[in-house]
Structure formats: C-alpha cells, structure tokens
C-alpha cells in the first residue's frame, strides 16, 4: 500500500479546514470587542420578541416543509436523467416517464388531502 497517494486527500482535507478555521481565528483575534445593551439584545425583525422562543409551531408547517424538500429531491434527479437521455434510449425514457407519473400522483394525492393549503 503506498501512502503517497493519499497526500492530495490529506491536502485537500488540511485546506477545507485551514480555510473554515483561519477566518473565525482572524476575526475573533483582531475584530473589535465593543459589547453594549444593544447588542446584546435579542433581535426579531427590528422589535422585542412578544413570545417564548421555544413556542410550538403547527405541524403543517414541518409537512409543508418535507414536502418540499421531497419534491425538490425528486426533480434534481431529472438533470441527470436529461444529461444522460441519448445513452439511456427508451428504457430510460420510459423508467423517467414512470417516475413522473408516480411524482405526480403523490403531489396531486398531497394537493387533493389539503396538505399545501396554509392558513
């Protein structure tokens, strides 16, 4: 096993963290320490929060939430697939037109339950 050709991992690694760690050393080091009231408050859209941080949130907003990530998800696999359309040919056609189909039902399904309403 040769360990040489792990050096430019081992480089790229040191860099990713010289490059994350470096400018939050920086800053703290020679950044201005000047703390006030004002500051220090905590801020929430220009006014003083009127409720608890901690409070509760309707779970329609996390379903709405995944729902979008999920949807997002599915479609950031259609770049691949209309990179790749050529070498594929009619099955990779006809397996992206099955996928669509069942995207679509579900989102017409979660649309059809009310799920993407907000109120």
Same mark, same amino acid.
């Given at each position: 096993?040769?360990?040489?050709?792990?050096?430019?991992?081992?480089?790229?690694?040191?860099?990713?963290?010289?490059?994350?760690?470096?400018?939050? %050393?920086?800053?703290?080091?020679?950044?201005?320490?000047?703390?006030?009231?004002?500051?220090?408050?905590?801020?929430?859209?220009?006014?003083?929060?009127?409720?608890?941080?901690?409070?509760?949130?309707? %779970?329609?907003?996390?379903?709405?939430?995944?729902?979008?990530?999920?949807?997002?998800?599915?479609?950031?696999?259609?770049?691949?697939?209309?990179?790749?359309?050529?070498? %594929?040919?009619?099955?990779?056609?006809?397996?992206?037109?099955?996928?669509?189909?069942?995207?679509?039902?579900?989102? %017409?399904?979660?649309?059809?339950?009310?799920?993407?309403?907000?109120?």
């Amino acid at each position: 096993m040769n360990l040489e050709q792990y050096l430019p991992i081992l480089l790229f690694i040191l860099v990713g963290v010289a490059v994350g760690i470096i400018p939050q %050393v920086l800053g703290y080091i020679l950044g201005p320490n000047r703390p006030d009231a004002e500051k220090n408050s905590p801020y929430e859209c220009g006014f003083e929060a009127f409720e608890d941080a901690r409070m509760k949130f309707d %779970v329609r907003y996390y379903l709405v939430a995944i729902l979008f990530i999920l949807f997002d998800l599915e479609i950031a696999f259609l770049f691949p697939w209309a990179l790749a359309l050529q070498e %594929v040919g009619m099955a990779g056609f006809i397996g992206a037109v099955i996928f669509l189909t069942i995207l679509v039902v579900g989102f %017409v399904y979660e649309w059809k339950k009310g799920a993407l309403d907000w109120e």
